[in-house]
Every structure is written in structure tokens, then in C-alpha cells.
T-cell receptor, first 110, second 111 residues
Framework: LAKTTQPISMDSYEGQEVNITCSHN???????ITWYQQFPSQGPRFIIQ???TKVTNEVASLFIPADRKSSTLSLPRVSLSDTAVYYC???????????FGAGTTVTVRA | DTGVSQDPRHKITKRGQNVTFRCDPI?????LYWYRQTLGQGPEFLTY????????KSRLLSDRFSAERPKGSFSTLEIQRTEQGDSAMYLC?????????FGQGTRLTVV
């Protein structure tokens, strides 16, 4: 499983865009990049998944450069309720095991 | 609501007692996982089922831990002779192909 590195924490204010970059230098050809969000005392919630270029859904965008050695999760116009831990995972979608790091704690202030 | 249901949500037990947790995955998902999460850490893999077969167990899963998934539907995780170090959030997830969906977890406190 490819190792990922992401910042431990980030602070932001309501209405701003938050960008979290994840490094995954050893990403394999079949690997996808998946992001989860976790609130205290809850299970991780799937946000977005991508393989290359850009993926967008109603919650976030995921930007993946051509070399795929990093990726950036973009949360537009955050609110207080976006305060959470965000995890970047890299792996083959057929893999049975998900490997979580410590994640990035995003704190949104009023 | 992800569709993965875990019961109970919270459990307080005395050291040395046995506890059992239940997970009901999303119905068409043949893959089921158990994870453990302690404060400030990401979830750690414990074990994995494909249908009713338990295909891998982490070395974190000591011989006091046992998991089953009879008939490939719901799963149970039992911890025997609980220790204070077992205090954690126990998470269940299910998956069919692309994305794993997690339940809300069971918070275990061993006193």
C-alpha cells in the first residue's frame, strides 16, 4: 500500500476554500486516491475518489496532477460543520485493506 | 446514513468481562471489515471477510478477539477477558467494489 503524507492540521474561516494536499510518491498504476471525512465519535464518511486529473462532486473537488504523486482535496466555502479530520488513502480499489494515516484536522472558525 | 449499522453504539464494561459487537453491512456488500480506532489516531485494520470467509486477521487481533460472519450477512466481533487497553472505537465497514462505507462505530470503555 502506498504511503501517504498530509499536514497534521489546518485552520480556516467560514466561507473560505480549504485545500489539503496529500503526497503519495509511491502510488502504483492501479491505485486510486480516496478521501474520507470523520467527525468525532462517528465513522469515516466517503467524500471523493479519483484516478487522474480532476473529479468534482457536490461536496468537494479532487485535483490530481499528471504524475499522480500528490493530490489536493478542495473544500469550497467551508462552514463550521466542515470541522473534521480528513484522511487521504491510496490503493487499488480491489484491495481489501484500507490503510489510514493520522489524517488532517481541519478547524473552521467563525 | 451510510447503511452500515453497528450495535451497540456505546459499551461500558468491567475489566475481565466479555463483550460482543454486531455489524450489519449494506445488504449487497460481500466484503466486510473491522477496524479499531483510538483517540487521535486513524482507524487500524483488524480483520476482513469476503462473504462468510475470514480472509485476513491483523496481528492486532490477539487470541482474545474473535470475529464471525455466519452466512455472509451480519458480523460479530467478540472480545474476551477485556483489558483497559481494549478501550477504543470499533468500526465496521462494508464494500462491494469501489468504496468502503463505514458504520457509526461502537465505543468501548473498559473500566
Amino acid at each position: 500500500l502506498a504511503k501517504t503524507t498530509q499536514p497534521i492540521s489546518m485552520d480556516s474561516y467560514e466561507g473560505q476554500e480549504v485545500n489539503i494536499t496529500c503526497s503519495h510518491n509511491n502510488i502504483a498504476t492501479n491505485d486510486y486516491i480516496t478521501w474520507y471525512q470523520q467527525f468525532p465519535s462517528q465513522g469515516p464518511r466517503f467524500i471523493i475518489q479519483g484516478y487522474k486529473t480532476k473529479v468534482t462532486n457536490e461536496v468537494a473537488s479532487l485535483f490530481i496532477p499528471a504524475d499522480r504523486k500528490s493530490s489536493t482535496l478542495s473544500l469550497p466555502r467551508v462552514s463550521l460543520s466542515d470541522t473534521a479530520v480528513y484522511y487521504c488513502l491510496v490503493g487499488d480499489r480491489g484491495d481489501y485493506k484500507l490503510s489510514f494515516g493520522a489524517g488532517t484536522t481541519v478547524t473552521v472558525r467563525a | 446514513d451510510t447503511g452500515v449499522s453497528q450495535d451497540p453504539r456505546h459499551k461500558i464494561t468491567k475489566r475481565g468481562q466479555n463483550v460482543t459487537f454486531r455489524c450489519d453491512p449494506i445488504s449487497e456488500h460481500n466484503r466486510l471489515y473491522w477496524y479499531r480506532q483510538t483517540l487521535g489516531q486513524g482507524p487500524e485494520f483488524l480483520t476482513y471477510f469476503q462473504n462468510e470467509a475470514q480472509l485476513e486477521k491483523s496481528r492486532l487481533l490477539s487470541d482474545r478477539f474473535s470475529a464471525e460472519r455466519p452466512k455472509g450477512s451480519f458480523s460479530t466481533l467478540e472480545i474476551q477477558r477485556t483489558e483497559q487497553g481494549d478501550s477504543a472505537m470499533y468500526l465496521c465497514a462494508s464494500k462491494v467494489t469501489e468504496v468502503a462505507f463505514f458504520g457509526q462505530g461502537t465505543r468501548l470503555t473498559v473500566v
